[in-house]
């Protein structure tokens, strides 16, 4: 059974920056791509970002592309998800998953199994 805990939210001005965690049990880690998405308020869990299995290879939401990166740090069995220029269209409860695959690039969340319980963002002045 794989297990996945966010950590790293919370408040934050528009502008300012963010780092969430996601730490993973398990062996297999290495083996999987991860990912991050998103549920604002009344709306529907989006992708936001993903990383291949070593790490090499990322891909992004357009709404984020060039504010968000993700990184991995395998030994660790930790994933990130650094956040800069925080706008407040990005308050949501950001959630870490297991991709089914090795690559980046899957977005639907059916791509993935295994889902953290989320961690709290929130945008604003």
């Known amino acids: 059974q794989v297990q996945l805990v966010e950590s790293g939210g919370g408040l934050v001005q528009p502008g300012g920056s963010l780092r969430l965690s996601c730490a993973a049990s398990g062996r297999t880690f290495s083996q999987y791509a991860m990912g991050w998405f998103r549920q604002a308020p009344g709306k529907e869990r989006e992708f936001v970002a993903g990383?291949?299995?070593?790490?090499?290879?990322?891909y992004y939401a357009d709404s984020v592309k060039g504010r968000f990166t993700t990184s991995r740090d395998n030994p660790k069995n930790t994933v990130y998800l650094q956040m800069n220029s925080l706008k407040p269209d990005d308050t949501a409860i950001y959630y870490c998953?297991?991709?089914?695959?090795?690559?980046?690039?899957?977005?639907?969340?059916?791509?993935?199994?295994?889902w953290g319980q989320g961690t709290q963002v929130t945008v604003s002045s």
């Open positions: 998953a297991r991709g089914k695959y090795t690559v980046a690039y899957k977005t639907a969340e059916r791509e993935y199994d295994y």
């Open positions: 990383i291949s299995w070593s790490g090499g290879s990322t």
